[in-house]
C-alpha cells in the first residue's frame, strides 16, 4: 500500500512521532475530550477537519494539542474544493499548510469534489463530470496542494446522487490516472462506495475490484441514512450520524483481507454519540485490521471475492 509521504525537518518535531499503520481511529469531537483521557484501551488515532482549527489559538487548539501529545492525527479538509472552476483559494491553503507545520499529522487529505463558485460556498461536496478537462484541473490543483503543504495528500471518491452524461471516464479510472499523474495517495471511502453504487445500481464489489487498490494509504468508515427517490427507488444519503452499516462492514472485511492494515477512520460528525459508542465502532474496525494483519493477498491488486 501506498503511504503517505511526510516531509519532517531534522530536531523540529513538535509532537510524537506516533505511528498509525495497521490502527483504527474516530473522529475527533472536544466533547469527548473526558472520555478519552479516562480511556486506556483506546491505541488509534483522531481525523480533525482543517477548516474547525484554523484559528491562531484559543480552546480548540489546546484541546487538539493535548490530544496530538497521545495520538496520531489526521488532517482531513472539506472546503478546499479541488474540484471547483476557480483557482484554489490562496489564503485557504495556507492557512492549510500551517496546520501540516503545526501539527504534523500522520495522514493528510482531501475530497475529489467542489464546494465553492466565485463567492459562493456550498455546505455539499459535490461532484464532477469525469472528462479531461476536469481530469487536468483537478490534477492541477492536487499538485498546487501537495506543493505547499510539502508532502503527498490522499484524495478521497466522493460520494454521488447524479451522473453526468458528458462524462468520458469511469470513476475509477478518473482516480487512477489523477493518482498517476500527481503521485497523490488515495482515500478509499467504503460507505461512499456503497451509497453511490446503491443509488446508481452499480455493484459496489465491480467498483472496489477496478479500483487503484495500491495507491490507498488511509480508508474511511461511516453511516448513512436510506431514503427513497421521487419514483421509490433506494436513494442513501452519506449521513455520517449513525453507525456504520452491516454491508459496509462486510465490503470492508473484503477489502482489507486483499490490502492488509490500511489505517483505518471511523467518522461520525452529526448526533454525536458518548465516546463510549464511538471507540466502540474504532475498535470493531481494528477487530478486523488485527484479523487480516498476517493473512492478506499480498501483491494482489483487486478485492477478492469469496
Known amino acids: 500500500m501506498t503511504a503517505a509521504t511526510t516531509v519532517r525537518r531534522p530536531g523540529r518535531l513538535r509532537f510524537p512521532d506516533r505511528p498509525v499503520a495497521g490502527r483504527a481511529g474516530a473522529s475527533f469531537k472536544p466533547e469527548h475530550l473526558s472520555g478519552i483521557a479516562a480511556d486506556t484501551s483506546f491505541h488509534g488515532f483522531f481525523e480533525i477537519h482543517a477548516e474547525n482549527y484554523m484559528g491562531a489559538g484559543g480552546p480548540p487548539h489546546a484541546a487538539l494539542s493535548a490530544i496530538r501529545q497521545r495520538f496520531p492525527v489526521s488532517l482531513h479538509g472539506v472546503t478546499m474544493s479541488i474540484g471547483g472552476p476557480e483557482p484554489l483559494d490562496r489564503a485557504h491553503l495556507e492557512r492549510f499548510a500551517a496546520l501540516v507545520d503545526r501539527y504534523e499529522p500522520a495522514l493528510v487529505s482531501e475530497h475529489l469534489a467542489w464546494s465553492t463558485h466565485d463567492d459562493v460556498f456550498f455546505s455539499d461536496l459535490l461532484p464532477l463530470p469525469y472528462t479531461r478537462q476536469t481530469l487536468d484541473h483537478v490534477c492541477a490543483h492536487v499538485s498546487q496542494m501537495q506543493d505547499a503543504i510539502g508532502r503527498q495528500i490522499l484524495m478521497e471518491n466522493p460520494a454521488t446522487y447524479v451522473f453526468f452524461?458528458?462524462?468520458?471516464?469511469?470513476?475509477?479510472?478518473?482516480?487512477?490516472?489523477?493518482?498517476?499523474?500527481?503521485?497523490?495517495?488515495?482515500?478509499?471511502?467504503?460507505?461512499?462506495?456503497?451509497?453511490?453504487?446503491?443509488?446508481?445500481?452499480?455493484?459496489?464489489?465491480?467498483?472496489?475490484?477496478?479500483?487503484?487498490?495500491?495507491?490507498?494509504?488511509?480508508?474511511?468508515?461511516a453511516g448513512h441514512d436510506r431514503q427513497a427517490d421521487d419514483e421509490g427507488r433506494p436513494l442513501l444519503i452519506d449521513t455520517h450520524d449513525r453507525p456504520v452499516a452491516d454491508p459496509v462492514w462486510a465490503l470492508y472485511d473484503t477489502v482489507i483481507r486483499q490490502c492488509g492494515p490500511v489505517p483505518t477512520l471511523v467518522e461520525w460528525d452529526n448526533d454525536v454519540p458518548d465516546w463510549s459508542r464511538l471507540s466502540d465502532e474504532a475498535a470493531a474496525a481494528q477487530r478486523i485490521l488485527d484479523r487480516h494483519a498476517d493473512r492478506y493477498l499480498m501483491g494482489k491488486r483487486h478485492a477478492a471475492i469469496s
Open 165 to 221: 452524461p458528458q462524462s468520458t471516464y469511469a470513476e475509477t479510472d478518473f482516480i487512477r490516472e489523477m493518482a498517476q499523474r500527481t503521485g497523490c495517495g488515495l482515500l478509499l471511502d467504503v460507505n461512499n462506495v456503497f451509497v453511490s453504487a446503491t443509488n446508481h445500481g452499480f455493484g459496489a464489489m465491480e467498483y472496489l475490484m477496478d479500483f487503484p487498490l495500491d495507491r490507498v494509504g488511509e480508508i474511511h468508515l
